[in-house]
Each structure stands twice: as structure tokens, then as C-alpha cells.
């Protein structure tokens, strides 16, 4: 059994993460940026923020201190894209050799179009592993049955992850393709917007369910493109995520893509809602122009949500692409 696991970021996923690991582990250390935060999970053992009816489990201690992770031997960062150069590189000359760290964020660097994977390496010198699965928040924190895909090139560091996460109801898959697991969960995110417009504009079942397969497909060609295995595409963090990610309410990039489907513009600023997607959508836009890449679902997302054109002209447009 492992003495201590830490979890970096208090929110719904990190909560839900902490959940999931906690039965083979001593403790789990949960940062929270805010000490309020931390100090009213210790005290009510519930993060009244995001789950406040749900009870956490007794081995889940809240830190305010990145230092206090200094002899965890697994670090699950669950944090948006955008976060985590910056808390690797804080997290750098805190840890031990033997630290491995695990990655949830589902996204890619704004500027660099680095991987989070790519981007942990660059900061810290080590490989991450990489997590990405239809992990709903609320669902895993009751302890559910859920599932995940991870992928790393150490295959010391996967076997040591693998053992953390998997319990009689989380199923873990691994594997070494990094690349794929890692654009899973970057084109989900673009789908899920595209699956949300269709919904929002109330396209007809049978056409939402024909974009639903080019797209699909579109994934598997994008990721073989950029180095990964498509095949990789029909594992939980690829065709478990897409679903879940595309059909359900429970998911940001969903919900955005309904709201622009029904002409509904969403000022991120003034909601406080971060939309993981949208940033997404510009990042794939320069990775297929970079590299002459046709793709019909990042065509039409980026013609809605980016430029702003009339969704039914941009699903017409999508449609003749079929």
C-alpha cells in the first residue's frame, strides 16, 4: 500500500480523483489554491463548493502548501490546461525522484500547441502519465462504477499508476500510445461542441447521428496523423468519452455548443464558466492548416463557435462534406 498519494486541484475532478484512489493509499493530500477551502474540507470533511452532499472519505487530508507533497509518490494534476506549465514547474524542486505524476487536463497549450504531457516533461524532466476516460465528476466521487484510459513510454511508471487507480469498480486500461490517449481527449471536446450545436439548431436524429460517425472517423485519421494509433480511439478515453462528452448534459463543451447551436453568443468573462473546448477549437484550426489536414468537424465547430457564422450555413457547409 502506498503511504501518500497527493491530488492538485480542489475542484469537481480533483474531489472525484481524491474519491477513487484514497482505498489504496494511507492518504491522499488534496491541494486547494484556497486555504478557506482547505481548512473547511479537514474540518466538515465535504467540499461544500462542488459536492457539499456528498461525504469524503476519512484519509483525505487538504493541504494549502505545495511542499507538503514533497514525499508523495503519485501527483494526479487536475487542473485546466492552462494551469499546469505553471504548477509543474512550481512542483519541480518539490518532489521526489521518484514522484510520478499523472495528468487529467484534457487540452492543449495555447501559443506552443504542446500536449500537457509534452509540457510537464518540459518543466520537470520526467514523463507524465497521461489519464482520459468518461470520467463524470459527480458520479465518480460517489464511487461508481467508472473507467479510464492512461498511457506512458515508462512502463514502471504505468504499472505504478494502474495499481493506484484500479479498485473492483474503477477499470483501468494501459498502454504506451501517449499521442492518442492525449488527442482523445483534445477532439472530444471539439465533437461534443459539434454534437451541441446540432442539438441546439435541432437537426433531425438520423443527420445529428451521420456528422456523429464522420466525425468519429475523423478522429481516428487525426490522431494517426499526429503520431498516435487510431485504434486507440475505440478504448474508454476515446469512444467512452466522445459519448459521454457528446450526448449528456453533464458536459461545459456540450452545453456551448447548444447555446451557439440556438444563436446563444456566451461571454465566458462574465459567467465565470471556462470552456476548455473553445480554446481547443482555435488550437486544431492551426494544426490542420500547419500540417494541410482536412477535417470537416474542426471546419465547422471553429465556422460556429470562432467565426460566428450562421449555424444552419455552417451545417449545410459540414453536411456537403459528408
Known amino acids: 500500500m502506498f503511504s501518500n498519494r497527493g491530488v492538485v486541484g480542489a475542484g469537481a475532478m480533483g474531489t472525484a480523483i481524491s474519491q477513487t484512489i484514497c482505498d489504496n493509499t494511507k492518504n491522499v493530500l488534496l491541494y486547494a489554491r484556497r486555504e478557506d477551502v482547505a481548512n473547511s474540507i479537514n474540518e466538515t470533511h465535504f467540499n461544500k463548493d462542488y459536492f457539499p452532499d456528498i461525504r469524503l472519505e476519512e484519509n483525505i487530508i487538504a493541504i494549502n502548501d505545495l511542499n507538503e507533497l514533497k514525499d508523495a509518490e503519485i501527483i494526479f494534476l487536475t487542473l485546466p490546461s492552462s494551469t499546469i506549465r505553471d504548477v509543474a514547474r512550481n512542483l519541480k524542486g518539490i518532489i521526489s525522484d521518484d514522484c510520478v505524476l499523472v495528468n487529467t ?103 445529428r447521428f451521420s456528422v456523429f460517425t464522420k466525425t468519429y472517423n475523423e478522429t481516428k485519421e487525426l490522431i494517426e496523423k499526429f503520431g498516435g494509433n487510431g485504434n486507440t480511439v475505440d478504448d474508454y478515453c476515446g469512444f467512452g468519452d466522445i459519448i459521454t462528452a457528446s450526448t449528456l448534459n453533464v458536459s461545459r463543451n456540450h452545453t456551448l455548443g447548444v447555446l451557439y447551436g440556438q444563436n446563444i453568443i456566451v461571454d465566458e468573462k462574465a459567467s465565470g464558466v471556462l470552456f476548455e473546448g473553445k480554446n481547443t477549437i482555435i488550437i486544431m484550426k492551426e494544426l490542420c492548416e500547419k500540417y494541410n489536414i482536412e477535417c470537416a468537424t474542426v471546419d465547422f465547430t471553429y465556422d460556429v463557435i470562432i467565426d460566428r457564422i450562421n449555424p444552419k450555413k455552417a451545417f449545410e457547409k459540414f453536411w456537403d462534406k459528408l
Open 105 to 207: 487536463a484534457k487540452g492543449l497549450e495555447k501559443g506552443s500547441q504542446k500536449r500537457m504531457s509534452q509540457v510537464i516533461e518540459e518543466e520537470t524532466g520526467r514523463c507524465a502519465v497521461v489519464l482520459s476516460g468518461p470520467n463524470i465528476a459527480s458520479e465518480m466521487v460517489r464511487r461508481t462504477f467508472s473507467s479510464a484510459s492512461i498511457a506512458c513510454k515508462n512502463e514502471q511508471y504505468l504499472e505504478k499508476v494502474k495499481k493506484a487507480l484500479s479498485t473492483s469498480k474503477f477499470k483501468v486500461s494501459a498502454s504506451d500510445d501517449v499521442i492518442g490517449v492525449e488527442y482523445c481527449g483534445v477532439i472530444k471536446n471539439v465533437i461534443a461542441i459539434s454534437q451541441g450545436i446540432c442539438e441546439g439548431m435541432k437537426i433531425n436524429d438520423n443527420a
